[in-house]
């Protein structure tokens, strides 16, 4: 067995033994369920996706009966989970899927990555945990877990680069269904095992491989890493406002907004980007409600 063969196997073993049972997982979440969980998961932990994932599968079990509703309901049914223009993509995809695609998530990546609101990653994951096929998958964890074992850093890149697409895909293994469970475990490894903050090479399947602790773990070299702010930021500003128009049940005044923030300018500019981002739709009459077509 080459070295490569040989991570493959470690880490689909442990992956076989530690994997987390997850809705989206099992069989029966369908190409539909994955499709919903990766877009609620970028940028997003599982804990905080997982109830919401549940009430929207069980409201929304096929992309027609997403498409049928307005866009603001899924803002709606989005609730706290954070950039809400996900909620917006996953509907506007889920409509061209009823309108282009007889209303089954299409196989090919192409076709995929057609769909508004899917990248790259989105359509490469799909297709993967999905359908199956081999496709390298590139999220945030694997490129942490592959710039920590192969490359010998503590970090990727800020932005994926081409050299990471190119070792992404010299490290894919041959056939699909290999291909597809190394996306899965690599993934995993990367959220329970080899994560940003304390890495647990303790217990990791291949610490004995791994080129950046073989270096001796050396610290991070590049620019600083950027932190997690969201307490004062415009972000939190729409995060307010957008709670205001979830819970009301029609369109609902200025004074209403204004309420929940002190700063107006702040404020105007949160609004504005609710706004022009087509989270939020100004009326004739000067109230606000959430996307209706
Ligand atoms: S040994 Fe440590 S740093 Fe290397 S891949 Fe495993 S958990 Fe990550």
């Not at 475990?185 to 291949?206: F, K, Q």
């Not at 819970?247 to 929940?260: F, I, K, R, W």
Request: glycine residues 8%; proline residues 9%; hydrophobic residues 40%.
């Amino acid at each position: 067995m080459n070295a490569t063969a040989a991570l493959h196997a470690l880490v689909i073993d442990w992956f076989d033994e530690h994997a987390r049972d997850l809705p989206w997982r099992r069989p029966e979440a369908g190409a539909w369920g994955v499709m919903v969980s990766e877009f609620m998961l970028q940028q997003t932990p599982v804990a905080r996706v997982l109830p919401v994932y549940e009430q929207w599968l069980s409201r929304w079990p096929r992309p027609a009966d997403l498409a049928a509703e307005s866009p603001g309901e899924a803002v709606r049914a989005w609730g706290r989970l954070g950039y809400p223009r996900r909620a917006l993509r996953l509907h506007g995809a889920a409509v061209a899927i009823a309108e282009r695609h007889g209303g089954d998530v299409p196989r090919d990546h192409a076709k995929l990555l057609a769909l508004p609101g899917v990248g790259e990653y989105t359509a490469a994951a799909v297709a993967s945990f999905a359908y199956g096929q081999r496709h390298p998958v590139l999220d945030t964890n694997v490129r942490r877990v592959f710039a920590r074992a192969v490359t010998g850093t503590q970090y990727p890149p800020t932005a994926t680069t081409a050299a990471e697409r190119h070792l992404a895909r010299g490290l894919l293994p041959a056939d699909e269904p290999t291909a597809a469970r190394w996306a899965a475990s690599t993934m995993e490894l990367g959220a329970l095992v080899c994560t940003a903050r304390s890495p647990e090479c303790g217990r990791c399947p291949i610490a004995a491989r791994c080129a950046w602790r073989l270096a001796g773990s050396p610290a991070h070299q590049g620019p600083p890493r950027r932190g997690q702010t969201y307490v004062g930021t415009d972000r939190q500003v729409r995060g307010k406002l957008l709670a205001v128009l979830r819970e009301a049940t029609g369109p609902v005044p200025q004074q209403a907004l204004d309420a929940v923030w002190h700063e107006p300018l702040q404020r105007a500019r949160a609004l504005d980007g609710l706004v022009s981002d087509g989270l939020v739709e100004p009326l004739p009459d000067g109230r606000f409600r959430l996307p209706v077509g």
